[in-house]
Structure formats: C-alpha cells, structure tokens
C-alpha cells in the first residue's frame, strides 16, 4: 500500500523524476518516458527506509481522488519549463488541496526540468501559481523543491522529505 501520491499535469516530469529517487544512475540526458496510463507504483529504498510512491497520471486527473484515501503525502510535480502551460497546473494543484482527505497532508510542490529552465523562472512559476495567496487559503503547508531528474538536483531534499515524519 502506498501511502504517498504523486499527481501533476501530463508531461510535467513524474515518471521520470521518481525513477530518479529509485536510482541516481538510472536516468541522464539520454532517458525518455512515455505518459503513465492509468497509475503506476514504485517502491524507493533509502536509508533502510522503503518508501511506496502511487504516481496518477495527468491524462487520467479526473479519476485521481479515487486514490486519496489513506494519503499522508501529496508530491504535486510542476513542469517549471513550461510556463504558459503553468496557471493550469496551479488550477489542478488547488482543486487536489481543497479535497478534504488532504486536510492533514503534507504537500510537497516540486518544480522540475530545473536544468532547461532559469534561475529566475522559479520566481516567475511562483508567481503564477499564486502560491503566497493560495498558502492562505488551504490549511497545508506547502513544502517547495526545485529539481531536475537528469541532473539530480533536488533529488536528497526530496528523499529527505519523503522519509521525514
Ligand atoms: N530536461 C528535462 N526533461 C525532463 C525532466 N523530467 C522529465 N522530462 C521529460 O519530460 C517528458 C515527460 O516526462 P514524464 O516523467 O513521463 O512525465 P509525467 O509527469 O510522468 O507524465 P504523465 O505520466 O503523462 O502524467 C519526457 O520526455 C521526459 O524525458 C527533467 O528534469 N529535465
Ligand atoms: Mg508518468
């Protein structure tokens, strides 16, 4: 049982990103991905720690509170790339926190493809999702992690994350 989901848009970097967790060697410039049909469960070993992780596909975002019950941690992965297509990861992103089976969830925003993006999208992302005022609005506490899966930027913050109580 996986007590740890991670949802985002389609092609925003799941797969790739929790490959990365699994194994730093696994995945460089040269990987690909093909979208998750449906949902797919990885299991991380890291410090003596096997951590289960359900990703949700983007292409199947209506179906994903079928799979929120029991969740102790939300990964909402954003494509910080990609910033015309972000304001619609931000509307996603607010309807999965107002569910209220997340209302003790920690929640962790990931912002990937670090490494074709600029320092200063980060901001920019930030801005656009509106995230001062939507941490206003929901009762979580929005952890936020900058990451890259060909790079492994981000990749010990995540793990430490994850494992955290
Ligand atoms: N440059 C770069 N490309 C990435 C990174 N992460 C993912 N990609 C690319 O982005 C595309 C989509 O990645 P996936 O990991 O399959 O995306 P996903 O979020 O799992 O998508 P769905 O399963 O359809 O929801 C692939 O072509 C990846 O190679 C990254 O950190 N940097
Ligand atoms: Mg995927």
């Given at each position: 049982m996986a007590n740890v989901i991670c949802l985002?848009?389609?092609?925003?970097?799941?797969?790739?990103?929790?490959?990365k967790l699994q194994?730093?060697?696994?995945?460089?410039?040269?990987?690909?991905?093909v979208p998750?049909?449906?949902?797919?469960?990885?299991?991380?070993?890291?410090n003596n720690v096997v951590i289960n992780i359900r990703e949700?596909?983007?292409?199947?975002?209506?179906?994903?509170?079928?799979?929120y019950?029991?969740?102790?941690?939300?990964?909402?992965?954003?494509?910080?790339?990609?910033?015309?297509?972000?304001?619609?990861?931000?509307v996603l992103f607010y309807s999965v926190?107002?569910?209220?089976r997340f209302k003790n969830a920690k929640v962790l925003?990931?912002?990937?493809?670090?490494?074709?993006s600029y320092r200063q999208m980060r901001n920019e992302a930030l801005l656009i999702l509106?995230?001062?005022?939507?941490?206003?609005?929901?009762p979580q506490t929005i952890t936020i992690i900058e990451s890259s899966a060909i790079t492994g930027e981000g990749r010990d913050e995540i793990l430490e994350w994850l494992i955290k109580k």
């Open positions: 985002g848009p389609t092609g925003s970097g799941k797969t790739l990103l929790i490959k194994n730093v060697d696994a995945v460089d410039e040269t990987s690909t991905s998750t049909v449906g949902s797919n469960l990885f299991s991380i070993h890291y949700l596909g983007g292409e199947v975002a209506p179906l994903w509170p079928k799979y019950d029991g969740i102790k941690k939300v990964i909402f992965v954003v494509d910080a790339s990609n910033l015309c297509q972000i304001s619609a990861a931000g926190l107002a569910d209220p925003l990931v912002l990937t493809k670090m490494d074709v509106q995230m001062k005022r939507l941490q206003t609005e929901v």
